[in-house]
């Protein structure tokens, strides 16, 4: 017989003589050898066995305790209450800002106090002039409208120009010429910086709130 067909392993006499060598600690070298290289007969040692049966148990238990019982929250689910809590949060402070806000507040109150413009001004400056432009002509209506031509598309109380910023462009507009924008009040905005930045904008076109003016 060749060496090919004798494989040491598996005849029980090679079997038992590597067994006998385990035992006195001896390290066993399998006979068969390829291109010059030859294999190591040992056992796994019993640590990286451990790894290897943990790692399978840790599997079934996980799986069983988040997928088959549903008793622990999976990393979705921990998300989602997570982005819900937050929406709620944020449902909650535009509710407590509308209860105290009004045409007439947005004008008269929030309009005329300057750290509230100038906060507005800044929220202006780094989210809306990109579109908007610095001088609220929105770089001559190329990239949004206009916000310094006497025109509020989306209504023109004060009201109406704090609901289109926060909502963005109401569903089934076409927006302007296609071009639509975001609900800020989703997107990086909270409530308060919405009203801020109308405020902005209603104190730089003072003109078009006149009647709401005490
Ligand atoms: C990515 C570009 C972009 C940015 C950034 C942007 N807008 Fe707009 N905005 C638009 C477009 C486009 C429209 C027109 C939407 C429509 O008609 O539905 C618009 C419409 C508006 C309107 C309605 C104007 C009108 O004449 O009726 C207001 C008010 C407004 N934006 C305020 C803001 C404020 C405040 C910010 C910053 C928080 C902002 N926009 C940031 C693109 C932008």
């Known amino acids: 017989m060749d060496k090919m067909e004798q494989d040491p392993i598996t005849s029980n006499e090679a079997i038992k003589r590597a067994d006998y060598a385990r035992e006195k600690g001896e390290i066993v070298l399998r006979e068969h050898?390829?291109?010059?290289?030859?294999e190591y007969d040992q056992k796994l040692p019993n640590w990286w066995l451990f790894t290897l049966w943990g790692?399978?148990?840790?599997?079934?238990?996980?799986?069983?305790?988040y997928y088959t019982l549903d008793l622990l929250p999976s990393s979705t689910q921990v998300m989602d209450q997570r982005v819900a809590k937050i929406e709620e949060q944020r449902a909650q402070a535009l509710k407590a800002l509308l209860d105290?806000?009004?045409?007439?507040s947005l004008v008269n109150d929030w309009a005329t106090d300057t750290a509230v413009v100038s906060a507005g001004e800044g929220i202006y400056t780094s989210m809306c002039a990109a579109c908007h432009?610095?001088?609220?002509?929105?770089?001559?209506g190329t990239t949004g409208r206009a916000l310094n031509d006497g025109e509020w598309h989306y209504g023109a109380k004060p009201m109406d120009v704090f609901k289109?910023?926060?909502?963005?462009?109401?569903?089934?507009?076409?927006?302007?010429?296609?071009?639509?924008?975001v609900a800020w009040g989703k997107s990086g905005l909270s409530?308060?910086?919405?009203?801020q930045v109308t405020a902005y904008l209603i104190s730089l076109n003072p003109d078009d709130f006149k009647e709401y003016k005490k």
Do not use: C, H, R, W
């Open 33 to 38: 050898e390829y291109d010059g290289i030859q």
């Open 55 to 65: 790692a399978i148990a840790a599997f079934f238990i996980y799986y069983t305790l």
């Open 100 to 104: 105290n806000m009004d045409d007439s």
């Open 133 to 140: 432009g610095a001088d609220l002509a929105a770089n001559g």
């Open 164 to 181: 289109i910023i926060n909502e963005g462009t109401p569903e089934g507009s076409n927006g302007y010429n296609g071009l639509k924008m």
């Open 191 to 195: 409530a308060e910086q919405v009203a």
